[in-house]
Nanobody, 126 residues
Framework: VRLIESGGGAVQAGSSLRLSCAAS??????????MGWFRQALGKEREFVAFIRWISGTTSYADSVKGRFTISRNDAENMVYLQMNNLKDEDTAVYFC??????????????????WGQGTQVTVSS
């Protein structure tokens, strides 16, 4: 599975951004169980942001982004999105898209995810 993120940028605090992640699945026998977003600020460990289970659409969010970020998917196009509203300085990080292709394997730690994109930078300034 190849994951390509887009939509990052530099914005003012209080602004919104929408990140996109396109999944290219090879071989086509592989199925996505879940897709998620993690982020890594400079000098810090990669941390969980949100994930969505592909078939059920159920979601999970980190407490730090609940009520501000929304994860969604377009399963016909193998796309996942992260709508980020009311951005704060502390949201500044490289945002990574992740995918789980093993049924039932999903969680909030990076080690539970097997597929990763290259990341897109989000910079929020006040």
């Amino acid at each position: 599975v190849r994951l390509i993120e887009s939509g990052g940028g530099a914005v003012q605090a209080g602004s919104s951004l929408r990140l996109s992640c396109a999944a290219s699945i090879r071989p086509r026998t592989v199925s996505i169980y879940a897709m998620g977003w993690f982020r890594q600020a400079l000098g810090k460990e990669r941390e969980f942001v949100a994930f969505i289970r592909w078939i059920s659409g159920t979601t999970s969010y980190a407490d730090s982004v609940k009520g501000r970020f929304t994860i969604s998917r377009n399963d016909a196009e193998n796309m996942v999105y992260l709508q980020m509203n009311n951005l704060k300085d502390e949201d500044t990080a490289v945002y990574f898209c992740a995918a789980s292709v093993e049924y039932g394997v999903v969680g909030t730690t990076p080690s539970e995810w097997s597929q990763w994109g290259q990341g897109t930078q989000v910079t929020v300034s006040s």
